[in-house]
């Protein structure tokens, strides 16, 4: 079979599997919680910078099913596919074909059909990428600065676009110099900052959120652990598979000369400046295996510039079979009954994904006379896009997801009553308090036991001192260093004690 041909069977057979499990699947927690971001359009949003809110609020108006919702991720794998395969052809048609089709049949490719952060993210990286090796090789100012305009909208997707900043930092530095690459670095630059300005006046108007978030609170009680780092190592050797490192290794007595052709040099900044960087960050942090999705592209670019066509094709057989096991694993989950986990302490959680609909219709009765909460920031994202009505989160939650923070406006609730939805036995401590009386009952679905914890008469001023004012003190403390606008927490709930 021809390269080429393989290339499109490839293309659209990975489209076509995609498009099933993003339809079968059912939404996640996060992807409820983002689609919650667009039901609520703003400039920004508590934990991230604000791209894949803004691209769902899109697509919600053309409807609100998984697929449609999952579109950018489903596209994601053949956009990129298409363009490693395109950008590439002029210098080896059959060696290009193999590197896109390696791409596309990765397993973290097949698999990627949930809408994240990463998803805008790993998109426009590549594009941002893509663009400046046009720029180089084909020459074109107007490829500057799109490169520029997609770093910048890669940085409104998640701030790990940062570490490809540095990436052409680096590359510019310690490569050759000319009037036109420096022009053009230049025309990059200012095409990208305006629009990461855009989330600098969010935060700046916003308590600093996202800084805090992910610079302070999700980094407390973080050590040095050499573990972490071999969890990172590992996780590289799966993504990038045995035989692709192999052969790099086999051929690292040519890196030099093939680097003799400038715009190629990029590829290998643009993976291994990330890398090292997380490398590392592990020390300190488990490295998540998303997080360096966004630059795996590149490895994979750097494959067609040092394998050969043959060892391409070898890389490309062992990939068919490993993406194949982990279809046939998927496959053999699916296949088994719900009950099959009954007695994981993840089971509460399964059925609540799987059987929304019905813990939905176990509501209905009470929509008329109480608001509805629930106990954590996953169930109410989850249960909030089941239900099409807002679901805002009774008590202190957890670091992750406040952006009901923003959205909820507990004032406003004293006096009424309040239904709050839990998968764990509510203690009667942990809300007596706030309310004038309160009744807990409960229901039971495939044998996972959910509760209601129905509170009359709520108490907003205890509440305030005994939830949000200790909410305040631990997500809201801004440093001194940082200017800031008023500070929508404090000016909601404590106007006359400032943050």
Known sequence: MKTRTLFWLALAATLLLKLYLAQWLPMSGDEAYFVMWAQHPALGFYDHPPMVGWILQLLLHAGHSPLVLRLPAVLLSTLIGLGIYLALRRDDQDRAALAAVLYLISPVNLLNVLITTDTPLILFAFLSGLSLFLALSRHGWWRYALAGAFLGMAF???????????????????????????????????????????????????????????????????????????????????????????????????????????????????????????????????????????????????????????????????????????????????????????????????????????????LRPYEKDYLFATDGYTPSAIISYHYGKYFFVFGKGSYHARQDDLITDFSRFDGRDILVLGKSPPSPVQYAPYFRTMEIKSFTLRGATFYLVLGRDFNYPVYRERVLRPIRDKYYRIPSYLPHGPCYFCTKYFPHDPC
């Open 156 to 362: 409104l997707s998640k701030y790990f676009a940062v570490l490809l900043g540095l990436a052409y930092l680096a590359y510019f530095l310690f490569s050759p110099k000319s009037g036109r690459k420096t022009g053009g670095f230049a025309l990059l630059l200012a095409t990208a900052l305006p629009l990461a300005a855009i989330n600098l006046y969010w935060n700046y108007t916003h308590c600093w959120d996202n800084v805090l978030f992910n610079l302070y609170t999700r980094n407390e009680g973080e050590t040095l652990s050499l573990g972490n780092v071999l969890i990172f190592l590992g996780s590289q050797v799966y993504l990038m598979t045995p035989p692709v490192i192999y052969y790099l290794f086999r051929r690292r007595s040519e890196w030099l000369g093939k680097w003799r052709r400038d715009e190629f040099k990029l590829f290998a900044y643009a993976f291994l400046v990330p890398m090292a960087a997380f490398a590392a960050l592990s020390l300190k942090k488990v490295i998540g295996l998303h997080w360096v999705l966004a630059f795996y592209p590149f490895l994979y670019l750097l494959a067609y510039v040092f394998l050969t066509q043959r060892e391409l094709l070898k890389s490309v057989k062992f990939m068919a079979y490993f993406s194949l096991a982990h279809l046939l694993i998927v496959a053999a989950v699916a296949a088994l009954p719900m009950e099959t986990w009954r007695h994981s302490r993840l089971y509460g959680g399964i059925v609540f994904m799987f059987d929304t609909d019905r813990v939905v219709q176990r």
